[in-house]
């Protein structure tokens, strides 16, 4: 996620075969190096090193828990990155596709991420650009996806094979994951560098999120090791109730260190926006709850700089 900037190849950002030449060979060396040494390294790190680096940050919105705000946020933080600059994809994999009509793409005009899946579509294929962010849309074909993987090889690497194809066009990769630790979400957890956990600030909270984390203890143990915890988001957070203030200690003692100073209060502009097929930032960026998601960019892109 390191930039660099480099003057000979017309590369502008990130690291590039040349930056990463530069780091790995030593000085006297680099005096002795004629041109066509160089020109060996360059396409000797293109096709090695560099093709692991120069790829988007992809990362599950998790919680198994319906209603906590993990599609809100996929779309208003997708939006907010994507504001700034870098290039953004969201993955919508939840049958539901609340995150492809809340970036204002029709669910029903293609299967979307289920034709990548299950029929070999390419995935560049089946991606939809919008003003907030390029959208993989979903639909509800996915819920039969669950059953029809089972058979599969490798079922449970099939999202991130789909979003490798297209990982090196992307600074970041949102994945909008559903309600429950079952298929699905184990491909989002396998295909993902780190997860990010909406927790809704009320009583059942931390119900579940043991579970969520024994799930996460077993993909990093045999499928993903490199899986990270991103940040836990408080969602719907009401600092005028005990209650909310409670949850928000008890949460902050099971994540330590992870939760984000950023929380998102209750705004019912928020809500209203899927509705017009907008992320917050297109249907009233004053609202309190579009300054809580542009904050939360911020502090996401901080800790990933
Ligand atoms: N901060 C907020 N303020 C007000 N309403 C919100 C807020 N966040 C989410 N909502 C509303 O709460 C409902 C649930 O949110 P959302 O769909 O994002 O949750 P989810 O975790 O994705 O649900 P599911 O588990 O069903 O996928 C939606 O109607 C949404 O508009
Ligand atoms: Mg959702």
Redesign the pocket.
Known sequence: MKHSSFFVFPFVSRETPASVFRKNCHAPLKKVLNPITFVVYYFYYRNTKCEEIIVAKIVAIV?Q??????????VNLAAAVAQTGKRVLLCDF?P?A??TSGMGVDKTVSNGVYDVIINGVETAKAIVSTPYGDVLPSSKALAGAGVEMINLPDRQFLLKQALRQVAEQYDYIFI????SLELLTLNALCAANSLLV?VQGEYFALEGLSDLMNTVRLVRRSMNPQLQIEGVLL???DGRTNLSIQVAQEIKRFFPGKVYATV?????R??E??SHGKPICGYDRTCR?AE?YAALAVEFLRKNA
């Open positions: 919680n828990k319906g209603g906590v705000g993990k599609t809100t946020t996929c939840d539901q609340n995150a909008d994951c559903p309600p909406p969602t719907m957070f998102i209060p209750r705004n019912v928020l809500s926006a899927p709850g809580a």
